[in-house]
């Protein structure tokens, strides 16, 4: 079984984003890049997808010279080939689908897995683009996988409950929290990483369909106001609901 996954590097959650002085940019000065959170799920499934059935794990990203660090963690959980789709270009949604899809095509994969959005931009439209760009049908927010042959059977968030949905492979998951607990990894993976090599290939679809025309930084939220008078305060309270905050 061909398994593979795609991977991104996104700032860490736990950092203070400043915007660089272009204002279309973060500044990345200080800024630690990790995996995205929810392709260690993609990649965690797809590993164990392997385990059980044998085959092989091929991870694939596309950006800088950087995105290789998100390969090099996916080669410490299990995957055993990286792909990196090189572009300094700056990119958007429908850039990043039409490369990756140009790859994975050419992979011929029986699954692929993704994370269900990343957590810098939350589009959660990268993975859709791509099914609709190999023909291939796509399950996201995944929290519960079971593959029997070729049919494919998956449990799904849905607001208000789960769903579940059955298709066929070759198909395309999109990973959410739950569906498994990514390892961590040993020292001797982490050793063994340092030695894989990871093919580059250039970015060959460019032009963006979106453009970044300004960054800015979301408004400070102001002192909030007490209320201590208890129902004595009803009528103020409904005053600074209509007047100031303006919800009623």
Excluded at 203 to 216: C, K, P, S
């Amino acid at each position: 079984m061909k398994i593979a996954v795609c991977v991104s590097l996104v700032p860490d959650s736990t950092t203070k984003v400043k915007i660089a002085d272009d204002n279309i940019n973060i500044d990345e000065n200080g800024v630690t890049f990790i995996i995205n959170p929810y392709d260690e799920f993609a990649v965690e499934e797809a590993v164990q997808l392997k385990e059980k059935n044998g085959g092989e794990v091929v991870a694939v990203s596309f950006g800088n010279q950087k995105s290789k660090d998100a390969i090099k963690k996916a080669y410490q959980m299990g995957a055993d080939k990286g792909i990196l789709i090189e572009s300094n270009d700056k990119f958007d949604s429908s850039t990043v689908a039409r490369n990756l899809a140009n790859v994975l095509k050419d992979l011929s994969a029986d699954i692929i897995f993704f994370g269900k959005q990343s957590i810098d931009y939350d589009g959660s439209v990268i993975p859709g683009m791509v099914g609709e760009l190999l023909n291939l049908p796509f399950i996201n927010v995944v929290t519960k996988l079971d593959i029997n042959g070729i049919n494919v059977t998956a449990e799904r968030e849905i607001e208000g409950g789960k769903e579940i949905l059955v298709s066929s492979l070759p198909v395309i998951i999109g990973a959410q929290k739950g569906l498994n607990n990514p390892r961590y990894p040993n020292l001797k993976s982490i050793m063994a990483s340092k030695n894989k090599p990871i093919e580059e290939k250039k970015a060959e679809h460019i032009g963006n369909l979106t453009e970044v025309i300004e960054m800015t930084l979301p408004k400070a939220k102001g002192s909030g106001k007490i209320l201590v008078n208890g129902v004595s305060d009803v009528l103020e309270l409904v005053r600074l609901l209509k007047e100031e905050a303006k919800v009623i």
